[in-house]
């Protein structure tokens, strides 16, 4: 492994600069983004995404005491309406949708007839046949599409003006009860409403991509995003909020995987830890059942696992970090790793031959390699 | 706007940093692009591809005056292969791909039911039943394998273990034919072989996106991708060869449109000049036709043209620049631009309303909302 991206000790990744274009999608929050000192970023959707502003423990530390507003617009929107909504958006997951009310949302990776996971969105339920997914990075619009014609339903599938902005960390509560109200305090988890922020209508979800607890607004007019990151922002004064991201030190230490990193296409749900989120045998008709009917029979071979890593801070791979067994054989790979304060270890996510995924399994990683360390599987609590 | 991305005169987009992870994709040939120096990077199907070296006008004069090895591992394959692979692949595109045979390549944009562009790619023929898509940057593979299923196509759809190399230049056909004979100076545009390079099998075309002439090169084997850049690096030390990528100014100056910044699905083929790569009354059936049949009926609205624009040496725009005509009216958008050595003046391509499509016409730019600049509509030639 080169070892431009990887150096031991290091505060952060060395990384490139990114040329920006057209193509890598302007958010309508992009402005204070900018202004409020982002230092990098990604590209998740074909847009841009900030990945640190101070540092990421320093980013960690604030979000997990204070309150911070993300500019998430990353998570776009396909929209679909009509007749056959809930027939195809059943036929894309087996998560039973039956069950999601108007005003829910619920978590629901999107599985194909070979039982590999195109994407794991949030499908948000605005009317008995019209859905949002809220999707991670990969062209769900065109899945979908592709799926609709070939079997000529009756929808209508389009990405809409949609970008949604977070309000993330254990003030948000306070912050959005200024600005909306006592009721929004008491919104379930994975619940919303539609309300008006800074004199634009939006959707309202008490959810996001963090531990720490908050809200997802989805914006439905762009040219109000700096109105309505103004108008929060403005509130949130007192309550010592920053700009901030998705972190990587949260995201592990709260387990949320991530497409892309963690899990792909050549992944099944039984074995990436979200049977819960399958329901097989539900009612309606959905690509993956057979397939996963078999898996489920046969047993998954191979486990994503939750792997603590010896030694001082690690800054997370590049692609991936073997995983060898006490015989030296190679019996998977890290995707995924950051340092924990809380923790105070290294906490990664990694998938692992079945036979090594029990909690307590003691495994050894080749960082970039370089290196050898200790690593001992988790639970997904982290004990 | 924000102009933390534009500043007049300056010699580079102020751009921030890229973090990189295992979802931006490593390339096999990665290593030697960080080696080579290459400064900033865009991304592209979830991998990273390289946009500057020395700088933006210095890779471009090396480019046409000598050779360049590029790392364009982003332009993935879907593989399309089975009993109806020719029939999926017709259906995509209003292109007659029964006249492409084994061993040719045609570049074919992927339209859908309503006339919209999904990609433009590159279709490789490699048998009578075996296609590799060639893809520009949204999820083909998604896209097909969804229209399939809902079909109920006999295909195998997937993403191979390909990434291409470019060598792209004048001096590319000497260096090529150094490495394997003289055959390879006579092959015709938009043609490939089988062959080998450093021991390991390779497809072999004559093509490129750039407007300076050479090869892509189709790895197989991604553990080979060092061993495969060196034997043309070695090879290429007699005729100047430099690391180089995609550039924005031959780009500009060559004609080719990018998938994303200058066309995307919002935008249909008769539109874009792309009427000679539609084959309306093609043999095959196609999901576009109907849509397409009415947009040639009707005439477009709007056209993607080339523009010049007078003064300074400009950076692309972040999205877009808004197009006036005289009495002010907003007529269009600038998509990409780049200031051409060759030319001595600023190039882009704009898409305009027909009304003002035409060679000759004068127009406004509003550069970045702070600045009017005049432009002109020009063939594409540049005349």
């Known amino acids: 492994m080169h070892n431009t991206h ?23 929050f992009e402005h204070r983004v900018f202004e409020q000192g982002a230092q990098a970023f990604t590209v998740y959707n074909h847009m841009i995404l900030s990945s640190v502003y101070a540092s990421p423990e320093e980013d960690y530390r604030h979000l997990c005491a204070h309150v ?7 998570e776009r929107q396909v929209e679909v309406t009509g007749r056959d909504a809930l027939a195809l958006v059943e036929l894309v997951t087996p998560r039973d949708l039956s069950r999601c009310r108007v005003g829910q949302c619920m978590y629901a990776p ?3 007839e070979n039982g590999g996971i195109v994407n794991d969105p949030v499908i948000v339920r605005l009317a008995p046949d019209r859905f949002w997914i809220s999707v991670a990075d990969s062209d769900v619009l065109l899945w979908m599409k592709g799926i609709a014609y070939g079997k000529g339903m009756d929808v209508s599938i389009f990405e809409p003006e949609v970008s949604p902005l977070a309000v993330q960390g254990p003030r948000s509560y306070d912050l959005m009860s200024d600005l909306l109200g006592e009721q929004v305090r008491k919104m379930k988890f994975f619940r ?10 939006v959707v309202l ?12 607004i989805y914006l439905q007019d762009a040219s109000k995003g700096l ?37 792909c296409l050549d992944n099944n749900p039984l074995e990436c830890g979200l049977s819960r989120f399958c329901d097989l045998d539900k009612p309606a008709e959905y690509m993956s059942r057979a397939a996963l009917a078999k898996i489920q029979a046969d047993g998954v071979l191979r ?24 015989q030296g054989q190679s019996v998977g790979f890290v995707t995924s ?10 906490l990664s996510f990694a998938t692992v031959d079945r036979a090594y995924a029990a909690s307590g399994q003691l495994l050894t990683v080749e960082i970039e390699g370089q290196e050898s360390r200790p690593s001992v599987v988790a639970d997904d609590k982290w004990q």
Chains 1, 2 share one sequence.
């Open 6 to 28: 990887f150096l031991k000790d290091a505060p952060m990744v060395i990384s490139p600069r990114l040329v920006l274009s057209r193509r890598l999608r302007q958010t309508p």
């Open 68 to 74: 911070q507003i993300w500019d998430v617009s990353v």
């Open 110 to 112: 999107l599985v194909d």
């Open 192 to 201: 919303f409403i539609e309300t008006e922020i800074a004199g634009t209508p």
């Open 205 to 216: 979800a008490r959810s996001g991509w963090s531990g720490q607890g908050g809200y997802e």
């Open 227 to 263: 109105d309505l990151w103004d108008a929060i922002w403005t509130v949130g004064q007192q309550y010592d909020i920053r700009a901030g991201c998705p972190n990587l030190i949260d995201r592990l230490e709260s387990g949320l995987l991530s497409y892309g990193s963690d899990i």
């Open 303 to 326: 486990k994503v696992v939750h792997l603590k890593i010896a030694g001082d801070a690690l800054i997370s791979p590049r692609s991936t970090w073997t995983l060898r067994n006490h």
């Open 337 to 346: 790793a950051a340092f924990s304060p809380t923790y105070e270890t290294n």
